[in-house]
């Protein structure tokens, strides 16, 4: 799996940004300061690093300049500092990219794949469940205590990745039919309840991890544990 270390002394940035990046499917380290990134990362695997600019102990600034001499990271800065003269300084040091807080977090997702493909780091879409895994673009579940996969029907793998891509958001009925079997279905929307059905009966051994509840009347969400 893909390792991002986000490096900000803000743990509530740090939070954000590692929600949007595992739901991407992403393995996330969190560091709170320079001094704790640069010990970890000579001693880790990590492919790319997320730098916030104003830290204790050690600084963006120099953290980069230490990660650049080292080696050919990505590194994605970050900073409330909009300056001119910051971003030119950034890129000197060697950093990639350059993103201004505060920030849409999706335009951060979108950074970080750019820079990805750029060094030709693979970020495979992985939706994680605890105790098993969503494989997007394989359409395979893999289960972490066996290390086996297997394919189980496609409404099936497409309504859980749906509702877990979103966890603790409600989804209708009428959303969830549109957006796995299109706007044309001309079925019964109770199709989407014998499909959870089906969800909750294959995966009740994991109910520690995630469960998909029904809100009457509303539709349903997947709340996810661990």
Not at 13 to 28: N, P, S, T
Not at 72 to 77: R, T
Not at 89 to 111: A, C, H, N, S
């Amino acid at each position: 799996m893909t390792i991002v270390m986000v490096v900000d002394d803000d743990q509530h940035i740090r939070k954000l940004v590692r929600f949007y990046l595992e739901d991407e499917g992403l393995e996330v380290i969190e560091k709170a300061n320079g001094a704790e990134a640069w010990t970890y990362v000579n001693n880790h695997p990590i492919d790319l690093i997320v730098l916030d600019l104003m830290m204790p102990q050690m600084d963006g600034w120099e953290f980069c300049r230490r990660v650049r001499e080292a080696g050919d990271k990505p590194i994605l800065m970050m900073s409330a500092r909009s300056e001119p003269m910051d971003r030119i300084k950034g890129f000197q040091l060697g950093t990639d990219d350059y993103l201004i807080k505060p920030f849409e977090p999706m335009e951060l997702v979108l950074r970080v794949k750019a820079l990805l493909k750029r060094y030709k780091i693979s970020a495979s879409e992985v939706i994680n469940l605890g105790g098993i895994s969503l494989d997007k673009l394989s359409y395979q579940v893999r289960y972490k205590d066996t290390g086996c996969s297997e394919s189980i029907p496609l409404k099936e793998f497409e309504l859980l990745a749906a509702l877990a891509s979103y966890p603790g958001k409600l989804h209708t009925r009428d959303e969830l039919i549109q957006e796995i079997w299109g706007h044309d279905y001309e079925g019964d929307e109770r199709a989407v309840d014998t499909h959870v059905k089906r969800l909750r009966d294959r995966f009740g051994a994991y109910e520690e991890d995630f469960k998909i509840i029904t809100l009457r009347g509303l539709g349903y969400r997947l709340e996810v544990y661990r």
